[in-house]
């Protein structure tokens, strides 16, 4: 798993390679909640080169939403390949997390967040 | 599809997870499997290995499991023994996927998710061994493509 983290404006931006799994998702939880720690509010994860998750990514993803949504924050996932959307599905997780078809698009849905509030 | 068959056998140890993996994806290639099947079986396996890592292994003592996998025509039958503590995944209450985030457990997703991909469960404890034996079904399946079955045609039976 390679991970990389960016920021465009107040955004940050995670992209995620490969394989997300019991193995990886420890050093992928120390990012996104350092992060979160620091005082970021608009997270964003591009999943367009994630081959693989687990439910060990769920869990990361599950606890990283509740925690940025006790300090009004959002997270967005964008660019799921079908394989890890489906895994989405199966757990209901596109019930509640804001899936996007591009990391444009993930981008501009934080607009609708603040435009929503 | 010609009769094929993988067996091996791995410490209960989280780093083992890459070689599970492996073995998987190089079987599926061998037999070839489609390729959304291979995902599906490692996401089982790695969801049962993972948790007997985490709970079912006591300190002190070393663990094993051993991963039998056959296919027979169009049906993948795959059996999973190991040494840990018992513990029927069958058993387990299903995640309740439809309450709001807040309310939202992590708990049991993972053996809903095998639940999930796989079209057949047993479990029996033999002795000192967790047996699991699960069948997933690939008939009519293109590349790309998984069974589609409700919850309910899960024949599922345990001790």
């Known amino acids: 798993m390679k991970l990389t983290e960016t920021k465009q404006s107040d955004i940050v931006i995670f992209r995620i390679q490969g394989r997300l799994d019991s193995n990886t ?23 367009s080169d994630l081959e693989y998750i687990s439910s060990a990514g ?7 939403t509740k925690d940025l949504k006790r300090t009004e924050g959002h997270l967005v996932l964008c660019a799921m390949q ?24 993930g981008i501009q849905a934080f607009e609708s967040f603040i435009a929503s509030h | 599809m010609k009769d094929k068959s993988l067996t091996f056998k791995l410490k209960c140890r989280m780093k083992e997870l890459d070689a599970l993996h492996r073995k998987i994806t190089e079987f599926g290639r061998r037999t070839g499997l489609p390729a959304k099947s291979v995902l599906e079986i490692n996401l ?5 290995f993972t948790n007997l890592v985490s709970y ?10 051993r991963f039998s996998i056959t296919l027979k025509a169009d049906d993948l039958f795959i059996k999973m023994e190991d040494t840990g503590t018992a513990f029927n995944p069958l058993a387990c209450i299903p995640p309740d996927l439809t309450c709001c985030l807040t309310e939202r457990a992590i708990g049991g997703m993972g053996i809903h998710l095998v639940r999930h991909v796989m079209n057949h469960l047993a479990y029996r404890r033999c002795g000192k061994v967790n047996i699991l034996e699960m069948k997933k079904c690939l008939a009519g399946l293109a590349c790309g493509e998984g069974p589609k079955l409700p919850a309910g045609m899960k024949k599922t039976s345990a001790d």
Do not use: Q, W
């Open chain 2, 56 to 65: 079912g292994c006591a300190e002190g003592n070393e663990h094993f499991v």
């Open chain 1, 25 to 47: 998702s420890t050093a992928f939880e120390d990012k996104i909640f350092s992060a979160i720690k620091a005082g970021a509010k608009k997270v964003l994860l591009d999943f």
């Open chain 1, 58 to 64: 769920l869990r990361i993803i599950l606890k990283a």
């Open chain 2, 44 to 48: 089982a396996l790695d969801e049962l």
């Open chain 1, 82 to 105: 079908d394989y890890v959307k489906e895994v989405f599905e199966i757990s209901g997780f596109d019930t509640f997390l804001p899936i996007m078809p591009s990391v444009g698009e």
